[in-house]
């Protein structure tokens, strides 16, 4: 089962505000991502073969989703839409299929967060950042071949949802206003789900609603995040 980095944090947790969510630690979600690897690389191989054979699964319906990764500067938090677009990514895929986007990017370069429009992976999305000018987006255009580039080196460091190529840097994210995911997101839905959990499991992480006291849609995106069971 999912189990939140830090005793005291609970998993798929939202802002205490509207619109606002949080970036999440970034030593935590690398820490996570790294220590999954670790456990695929000694499993030799093969652990991830069936993963690596399976189709990957088109996110660009679901792009939406990237306005969980909102951080502190407000605006734009995920509507019942979003949340919705944020489960069809997760259904998606499968579980293995998931930990292997999340071990390729852990084999890339810099893991710090960026907004959900820039985060070019899932790690860096998790994470976030606190700035005011790319939060919760639309993942981009630019994810047509971002799983592949994830898995030859890409940035393990925060950034914006809209600018997110995989899903270290998306989960890490920043602290922008919410937005679309683009760049090496959108078209990847194992991408995008694998950045949903490890922003669900990371210390500091929390997600961006429009209606931060809709306790439906607060518990849907717990919902969400539990999907899948590792």
């Given amino acids: 089962m999912i189990e939140a980095a830090g005793g005291e944090v609970k998993i798929g947790e939202v802002g205490t505000a509207a619109n606002k969510?949080?970036?999440?630690?970034?030593?935590?979600?690398?820490?996570?991502?790294?220590?999954?690897?670790?456990?695929?690389?000694?499993?030799?191989?093969?652990?991830?073969?069936?993963?690596?054979?399976?189709?990957?699964?088109?996110?660009?319906?679901?792009?939406g989703a990237g306005k969980?990764?909102?951080?502190?500067?407000?605006?734009?938090?995920?509507?019942?839409?979003?949340?919705?677009?944020?489960?069809a990514a997760v259904n998606a895929v499968s579980g293995e299929q998931i930990l292997k986007a999340i071990v390729d990017a852990a084999a890339g370069g810099n893991k710090v967060g960026a907004a959900a429009g820039a985060a070019d992976n899932p790690i860096?999305?998790?994470?976030?950042?606190?700035?005011?000018?790319?939060?919760?987006a639309d993942f981009g255009a630019g994810g047509k071949d971002a799983l592949k580039a994830a898995a030859v080196g890409g940035d393990k460091v925060g950034k914006a949802a809209g600018a997110a190529t995989n899903p270290i840097a998306a989960a890490i994210g920043t602290n922008?206003?919410?937005?679309?995911?683009?760049?090496?997101?959108?078209?990847?839905?194992?991408?995008?789900?694998?950045?949903?959990?490890?922003?669900?499991?990371?210390?500091?992480?929390k997600f961006s609603l429009a209606d931060h006291n809709n306790n439906d849609q607060k518990a849907k995106v717990k919902s969400v995040v539990h999907q899948r069971r590792w």
């Avoid at 690398?30 to 999954?36: L, R, T, Y």
């Avoid at 030799?44 to 088109?58: F, I, M, S, T, V």
């Fill in 21 to 63: 969510g949080a970036a999440a630690d970034q030593e935590s979600v690398n820490g996570i991502a790294d220590g999954m690897k670790e456990i695929v690389d000694a499993g030799g191989k093969d652990a991830l073969k069936a993963a690596g054979a399976a189709a990957a699964g088109g996110g660009g319906d679901n792009a």
């Fill in 68 to 87: 969980l990764f909102g951080g502190a500067a407000g605006a734009d938090g995920a509507s019942d839409n979003d949340i919705g677009k944020a489960a």
């Fill in 124 to 136: 860096a999305a998790a994470i976030g950042t606190n700035d005011a000018q790319g939060g919760g």
């Fill in 176 to 205: 922008a206003q919410g937005a679309d995911f683009a760049g090496g997101m959108q078209n990847s839905s194992e991408k995008i789900a694998a950045a949903i959990v490890l922003r669900g499991m990371a210390k500091d992480g």
